[in-house]
């Protein structure tokens, strides 16, 4: 069955830096776009960057735009998050997600963004 492990989550100071994994199990990840969601306490879960099957093409939220950068190795089946100049606003938990004949969803890893 389609498997998607986060992790790489934790508590970070403003301005530091932390990288995502999410290993992908169960389905050809090759030819999938993949995408990383967050959803802040109280608020709904949005878009923060999406990645074509091959890499070649990524989308990002006006917010991440310039300090996130999302990759993927197809080889190991692991789509990545690299989040760099934290803000307190991306405190969040974190989500990878791929869109087959339904959207599946990992379980999520939190972001903590404090001094």
């Known amino acids: 069955q389609v498997q998607l492990v986060e992790s790489g989550g934790g508590l970070v100071q403003p301005g530091g830096s932390l990288r995502l994994s999410c290993a992908a199990s169960?389905?050809?990840?090759?030819?999938?776009?993949m995408s990383w969601y967050r959803q802040a306490p109280g608020k709904e879960r949005e878009l923060v960057a999406r990645?074509?099957?091959?890499?070649?093409?990524?989308n990002y939220a006006d917010s991440v735009k310039g300090r996130f950068t999302i990759s993927r190795d197809n080889a190991k089946k692991t789509v990545y998050l690299q989040m760099n100049s934290l803000k307190p606003e991306d405190t969040a938990v974190y989500y990878c997600?791929?869109?087959?004949?339904?959207?599946?969803w990992g379980q999520g890893t939190q972001v903590t963004v404090s001094s």
């Open positions: 169960g389905f050809t990840f090759s030819i999938y776009g």
């Open positions: 997600s791929a869109k087959l004949r339904i959207t599946y």
């Open positions: 990645i074509t099957s091959d890499g070649d093409r990524t």
